[in-house]
């Protein structure tokens, strides 16, 4: 198994808004055309920060699949927009790596779950909430100008100490 680069960073609140997806597995291909729409419903958001990094959020909260929203991190002056949902996410601490273009996706959150069993870090859960993975929570950054069939982005993992 190759050596990845990671850090472990704190990152402040922020408020997302975009559309939410909630699904099993076996639906999956439905979250890829959500993802395609909020690509291009960035358009609508005034408010938007970084209309070039699309964020994908997971939680693990059903024990076949996961809910998913593809969003993007906006002013706290954006109103909420028809169809659209908002989710804030507060400051964490956040096991942070890079998948890159060309690399197996489950190889690399692999690598990441070998990681963290090895660190002095444990993913965070949320104790409001029943979880159904070993990573229940994980942020991805998409960059704009990626292969969308053999993608890079950045993933987040938020962690706490053990």
């Not at 990152?11 to 597995?25: D, I, Q």
């Not at 960059?143 to 962690?159: A, G, T």
């Amino acid at each position: 198994m190759k050596k990845f680069q990671c850090d472990i960073v704190t990152l402040p609140a922020y408020r997302a808004m975009g559309m939410k997806w909630n699904g099993p597995y076996s639906d999956v291909s439905q979250l890829k055309e959500v993802i395609h729409t909020m690509e291009h419903r960035v358009e609508e958001l005034k408010g938007v920060i970084n209309p070039n990094i699309q964020l994908g959020l997971s939680y693990h909260t059903r024990n076949d699949g996961f809910e998913h929203y593809s969003v993007f991190e906006v002013k706290r002056t954006q109103p909420l927009l028809e169809g659209m949902v908002e989710i804030d996410v507060p400051e964490m601490t956040y096991f942070v790596t890079t998948h890159q273009k060309g690399e197996n996706i489950g190889q690399t959150y692999e690598q990441i779950k070998q990681w963290l069993a090895e660190s002095e870090y444990t993913p965070f859960q949320d104790s409001s909430r029943q979880f159904y993975d070993p990573l229940p929570i994980k942020h991805e950054r998409y960059p704009k100008d990626r292969d969308l069939l053999d993608p890079h982005f950045e993933i987040l993992i938020p962690v706490t100490t053990k």
